[in-house]
T-cell receptor, first 109, second 113 residues
Framework: EDQVTQSPEALRLQEGESSSLNCSYT??????LFWYRQDPGKGPEFLFT???AGEEKEKERLKATLTKKESFLHITAPKPEDSATYLC??????????FGTGTRLQVTL | ETGVTQSPTHLIKTRGQQVTLRCSSQ?????VSWYQQALGQGPQFIFQ???????GRGNFPPRFSGLQFPNYSSELNVNALELDDSALYLC????????????FGPGTRLLVL
């Protein structure tokens, strides 16, 4: 069965303090690894899709990387508006997404 | 391009009642997936519809059922509501099944009393 574990559960950063979020996964036949951002009470907002080990994608202050066992979401010089829960999910041979429980990020001034 | 929409936004029901949630997929998408998200948890897969046929189901009882219409919009029906059904219900659409990026709607918050 596909599994996703995210760490840390919660992270508090000061504005400008860079860090990384981890997503470890086991999946049968990886079709894609996905990162989403979710604000309280709202639906997940798509950030990145990674398909194969070694792939990297960037968007503003965020950069996602992928290895055969884990993915990292690097946040460079975060701002308070980056505060949210970041969800990682995998798609394997089944058609579904399997999610982790997320990392709650708080960025303070 | 219109994104994924869901209705209603909020709903309060009592135990034993039935509920229908609705989802309109993004333009050009033929696949809709439904997820249940409890507070503080990641979304859990309920089922997926691809071209009006069920295409995969998670560990949810048969009282969770669904439909997809020819315009690819979808419904989630839950019978005999239980207190534990209280959650955020999310709909996601994609261009196809099998590894395509899924785009989520805003969700329906269901409270069962």
């Amino acid at each position: 069965e596909d599994q996703v574990t995210q760490s840390p559960e919660a992270l508090r950063l000061q504005e400008g303090e860079s860090s990384s979020l981890n997503c470890s996964y086991t999946v049968s036949g990886l079709r894609g690894l996905f990162w989403y951002r979710q604000d309280p009470g709202k639906g997940p907002e798509f950030l990145f899709t990674l398909y194969s080990a070694g792939e990297e994608k960037e968007k503003e202050r965020l950069k996602a990387t992928l290895t055969k066992k884990e993915s990292f979401l690097h946040i460079t010089a975060p701002k308070p508006e980056d505060s949210a829960t970041y969800l990682c999910a995998v798609s394997g041979t089944a058609s579904k997404l399997t999610f982790g429980t997320g990392t709650r990020l708080q960025v303070t001034l | 391009e219109t994104g994924v929409t869901q209705s209603p936004t909020h709903l309060i029901k009592t135990r034993g009642q039935q509920v229908t949630l609705r989802c309109s997929s993004q333009s050009g998408h033929n696949t809709v997936s439904w997820y249940q998200q409890a507070l503080g948890q990641g979304p859990q897969f309920i089922f997926q519809y691809y071209r009006e046929e069920e295409n995969g189901r998670g560990n949810f009882p048969p009282r969770f059922s669904g439909l997809q219409f020819p315009n690819y919009s979808s419904e989630l029906n839950v019978n005999a509501l239980e207190l534990d059904d209280s959650a955020l219900y999310l709909c996601a659409s994609s261009r196809s099944s099998g590894g395509e990026t899924q785009y989520f709607g805003p969700g329906t918050r269901l409270l069962v009393l």
